[in-house]
């Protein structure tokens, strides 16, 4: 068996038991997109869900590692957090509101504040 045939194999166990954890349920999410994320969290021997707002400023796609960024602006400081979308801890994903970007990645926000962040509004 050459290393082509065993890659393949593997490849092909791999993403027969990613299958089983991929969520079905998620909408579809695009760059630009404002969304409301609620997030199991553990504190003690409690679980309680947290929400958090913001836009998706970029998206990674790797089947089960699917990974969005968010940003959000709290007192004046940028926050950005990256989430495992099909995590067993999210919860709920709503989306907001969506905007037409033509980047891929909106990286340019980072530097950016107040009115200037502003997306344009996708209706559909």
Do not use: W
């Amino acid at each position: 068996m050459n290393i082509c045939m065993k890659t393949k194999y593997s490849r092909t166990i791999i993403e027969s038991v990613e299958k089983k954890f991929i969520k079905d349920e998620i909408p579809f999410l695009e760059v630009g997109d404002s969304i409301q994320i609620g997030v199991l969290i553990k504190e003690g021997n409690k679980e309680r869900v947290q929400t958090s707002e913001g836009v998706i400023i970029s998206r990674n796609n790797h089947n089960l590692n699917t990974t969005i960024t968010i940003r959000k602006v709290l007192q004046n400081i940028g926050v950005e957090r990256v989430y495992l979308i099909h995590s067993p801890r999210i919860i709920n994903i709503k989306i907001i509101k969506k905007a037409k970007v033509r980047k891929a990645k909106l990286y340019y926000l980072r530097s950016r504040s107040g009115k200037a962040t502003r997306l344009k509004q996708k209706f559909n």
